[in-house]
């Protein structure tokens, strides 16, 4: 059975919603975002479900009971999402104690690659003890070819003697 067009449309209207509200730099609003994500991904859960009677055994017919799987799931995601709701509150609720308001401010190395970015600069070179040139995983192999002598040129020549 093909879900109700509706259904399908409230599942993209959940969706679009709290990721538009996940994107605001109120916490309020981030939260709101989660728990309407939440709610959009039940909905969702459900109608990857075989509608029918109630799973219990003697009391239905094995072709006609609903499938318990997406509930059970369903179940599960609402704990989950009650749980980062809980947390989310929490974190809203300490930052509005010490600052005064829910607002999420720019962590420093944001406005960095803001300015950077504005200023249409290329960062400083990495010279630490890091550094890609101090580190073999990040050199650049030399190209393979038949003059080099490298183990890859070999198999290229073998390769193309047997053939």
């Given at each position: 059975?093909?879900?109700?067009?509706?259904?399908?449309?409230?599942?993209?209207?959940?969706?679009?919603?709290?990721?538009?509200?996940?994107?605001?730099?109120?916490?309020?609003?981030?939260?709101?975002?989660?728990?309407?994500?939440?709610?959009?991904?039940?909905?969702?859960?459900?109608?990857?479900?075989?509608?029918?009677?109630?799973?219990?055994?003697?009391v239905?017919?094995?072709?006609?009971?609903?499938?318990?799987?997406?509930?059970?799931?369903?179940?599960?995601?609402?704990?989950?999402?009650?749980?980062?709701?809980a947390?989310?509150?929490?974190?809203a609720?300490?930052?509005?104690?010490?600052?005064?308001?829910?607002e999420v401010?720019?962590?420093?190395?944001?406005?960095?690659?803001?300015?950077?970015?504005?200023?249409?600069?290329?960062?400083?070179?990495?010279?630490?003890?890091?550094?890609?040139?101090?580190?073999?995983?990040?050199?650049?192999?030399?190209p393979a070819?038949?003059?080099?002598?490298?183990?890859?040129?070999?198999?290229?020549?073998?390769?193309?003697?047997?053939?």
């Amino acid at each position: 059975m093909r879900p109700a067009l509706v259904l399908v449309l409230a599942v993209g209207v959940l969706f679009g919603t709290g990721v538009t509200l996940l994107l605001e730099r109120s916490l309020t609003r981030i939260v709101l975002g989660v728990v309407l994500i939440g709610n959009g991904i039940n909905l969702l859960i459900l109608l990857g479900g075989r509608p029918g009677g109630a799973p219990v055994a003697g009391v239905t017919e094995p072709d006609r009971m609903s499938d318990p799987l997406p509930q059970a799931m369903v179940l599960t995601a609402i704990v989950i999402t009650f749980g980062m709701t809980a947390l989310l509150l929490a974190v809203a609720y300490r930052n509005w104690q010490v600052r005064g308001d829910d607002e999420v401010q720019d962590d420093p190395e944001d406005r960095r690659i803001v300015e950077l970015a504005r200023g249409h600069e290329t960062p400083a070179p990495d010279t630490g003890p890091d550094a890609p040139a101090a580190d073999p995983e990040q050199v650049e192999p030399a190209p393979a070819g038949p003059s080099s002598g490298t183990s890859g040129s070999v198999g290229t020549r073998e390769r193309g003697a047997g053939g």
